[in-house]
């Protein structure tokens, strides 16, 4: 069974800080991995899609990498903002249909 | 496109009682996907429809629970009787195909069972 862990579960960083998620899975055959935002009592927005195929995707201060031999992707976030403030939770999609998600990220962005 | 729409939004209920959980997935969209939130369990699947046709449930945790898609616009997820236990936020996502495309989620339905 496909494991997904977030480290670290919590983060407290300064405005304008450069910071990384990171994401790991235990089984490395998978379709793709998909990045999400979540704000306190929302739903679940979507950031960027990795294809198994890629090494990396770029959206605005957003970079997610993923390195599918290691079991390993990251979501790097420049000049961290107030705004940014969410849980943020890494998805693996290894079976085709059903995401399989880790217990998220949740990041503080301080003034 | 109003993107996926769950209602209700907030649902308060005695345990025993029925419970219906709606959603309306993205125009287009050909999967729809029930899935629960909690905070020892996180996110999972609980069940999956191609085509308005059921494909795994296999995440449905018991009997209580049961899922229809009548048509391509229209899904609900039904817990009767309802338990304390089933406390927890359920989201409904669609998504163009599977393998290779991004699962859109609703804002979810927040469902607390006394």
């Known amino acids: 069974k496909q494991e997904v862990t977030q480290i670290p579960a919590a983060l407290s960083v300064p405005e304008g800080e450069n910071l990384v998620l990171n994401c790991s899975f235990t089984d490395s055959a998978i379709y793709n991995l998909q990045w999400f935002r979540q704000d306190p009592g929302k739903g679940l927005t979507s950031l960027l899609l990795i294809q198994s195929s890629q090494r990396e995707q770029t959206s605005g201060r957003l970079n997610a990498s993923l390195d599918k031999s290691s079991g390993r992707s990251t979501l790097y976030i420049a000049a961290s903002q107030p705004g940014d403030s969410a849980t943020y939770l890494c998805?693996?999609?290894?079976?085709?249909?059903?995401?399989?998600f880790g217990k998220g990220t949740s990041l503080l962005v301080t003034p | 496109d109003a993107g996926v729409i769950q209602s209700p939004r907030h649902e308060v209920t005695e345990m025993g009682q029925e419970v219906t959980l709606r959603c309306k997935p993205i125009?287009?969209?050909?999967?729809l996907f029930w899935y629960r939130q909690t905070m020892m369990r996180g996110l999972e699947l609980l069940i999956y429809f191609n085509n308005n046709v059921p494909i795994d449930d296999s995440g449905m945790p018991e009997d209580r629970f049961s899922a229809k898609m009548p048509n391509a616009s229209f899904s609900t997820l039904k817990i009767q009787p309802s338990e304390p236990r089933d406390s927890a936020v359920y989201f409904c996502?669609?998504?163009?195909?599977?393998?290779?495309?991004?699962?859109?989620f609703g804002p979810g339905t927040r469902l607390t069972v006394l």
């Open positions: 998805a693996v999609n290894n079976s085709g249909y059903a995401l399989n």
């Open positions: 125009s287009g969209h050909d999967y």
């Open positions: 996502a669609s998504s163009l195909g599977t393998v290779y495309n991004e699962q859109f």
